[in-house]
């Protein structure tokens, strides 16, 4: 068993290195300058991340908060915000028919090379792959963005699953963190898509950059495992007030609220608000997302209220039940007598006058 767990722990590491590569790679193609390799530099910190894990941890995972997750971030989100603020990403349409035309080419040319040098495998090999790659090399450049942005949110999803557990969260509360982060990464995906393929978003670079900020603070909650924490209240917690067992006993609703209004669904409302308001930017589906993002955020501050009145009135109701046992089941107060209480004791009881018993002819006394 421990060896599965360190083969899942190096390989979610090793595809998180190769995905981040990947990305590195696609912006010195877009960028047409070598210097930007030094962005592969970053992945440094995931081998010394996980050199520090398996010497200290021996596998396991951290209990509230995933660092090799963190990690993956900084390595993949410079590359994307790249991409994204190259000028060139959003033009697609005009490169399609000669896109189309030098990969049919080059596949007669892959299939050409297979076919005529059957006895030298590894140079058809090493061609082939030369070839698939420049292939790769003319896709539109919007296509090869989004294919990033899908691949990482997957990337984020399955690497998190693959992990090794941490020690204060068990299968069944993975298990719905991994839900939780399957509907996150669908909502972050539409917001990057639906905001940043408009037209006047492009042509305002401020808004470009507005928009990425808030797409990367998004992008904290994944390494968070804070949302299905649960903790379990001491009875001394009770005495402590409101504040103490609200906190206690909701810790995890409170954490899943505030990732949603503070992280995800707050900005989200209202960055779309900023768009339809003042840059005039109203589609369909831009209209109805802000209303999802209205409507959870509003839910969300209705559960929080009534997580507060719950816990306000079970405080209530305990210390009404502490008082009327005390009522029922006090025992009477027993009084201590002083030696003047004693002495008025006595002259208040009348003393009872003692006669003397006959006694027998014989000066015995008699039987009963």
């Known amino acids: ?5 360190l083969l899942n722990a190096l390989a979610t590491r090793l ?35 996980t050199a520090l894990t398996l010497k200290f941890r021996r596998e396991r995972g951290y209990k509230w908060f995933s660092p090799t997750i963190f990690l993956y971030l900084i390595c993949i989100v410079p590359s994307l915000w790249l991409l994204e603020m190259h000028h060139e990403t959003q033009y697609c349409s005009s490169q399609s028919e000669g896109i189309s035309h030098n990969i049919s080419r080059k596949e007669d040319f892959n299939q050409t090379l297979i ?3 059957q006895t030298n495998g ?16 003319t896709v539109c450049e919007k296509v090869w963005t989004l294919g990033l942005h899908q691949t990482f949110l997957l ?7 693959l992990l090794p557990i941490g020690g204060g969260i068990t299968r069944d509360q993975l298990s719905q963190l991994l839900l939780m982060f399957v509907g996150t990464a669908a909502d972050i995906l539409e917001f990057t898509s639906e905001t940043l ?11 470009v950059y507005a928009i990425l900020v808030i797409w990367t603070w998004s992008m904290l909650q994944f390494p968070l495992d804070l949302a299905v924490q649960y903790v379990v209240c001491p009875s001394s917690v009770t005495a402590r007030g409101f504040s103490s067992l609200f906190f206690c006993q909701y810790s995890a609703d409170l954490w899943n609220i505030g990732i949603s209004v503070f992280i995800q669904d ?12 003042h840059f005039k930017v109203i589609n369909q589906m831009l209209v109805f997302f802000a ?19 719950g816990v306000r009135a079970s405080l209530r109701n305990h210390s009404g039940g502490r008082k009327g046992e005390n009522t029922r089941l006090s025992p009477p107060a027993e009084r201590v007598l002083s030696p003047q209480d004693w002495e008025s004791e006595s002259e208040e009881t009348p003393a009872i006058p003692l006669q003397p018993l006959p006694l027998a002819s014989d000066g015995r006394l008699p039987k009963p």
Request: hydrophobic share 60%; aromatic share 10%; charged share 20%.
């Open 1 to 5: 068993m421990e060896g599965l767990v």
């Open 15 to 49: 595809l998180f290195v190769l995905h981040s590569l990947v990305g590195v790679w696609r912006v010195t193609e877009v960028k047409k300058e070598p210097r930007f390799w030094l962005l592969a530099l970053l992945n440094l910190l995931l081998f010394l991340e």
């Open 115 to 117: 076919s005529s040098e």
């Open 122 to 137: 590894v140079d058809d090999l090493i061609e082939t792959a030369k070839v698939f790659v420049n292939n790769l090399s």
């Open 155 to 161: 990337m984020l999803i399955i690497g998190r699953w």
């Open 197 to 207: 393929e408009e037209q006047n978003v492009r042509n305002s670079p401020a808004l």
């Open 266 to 277: 707050g900005p989200f409302l209202v960055v779309r608000l900023i768009l339809m308001t």
């Open 291 to 309: 209303v999802k993002n209205f409507l959870v955020v509003v839910l969300q501050l209705y559960r929080l209220a009534v997580l507060a009145l």
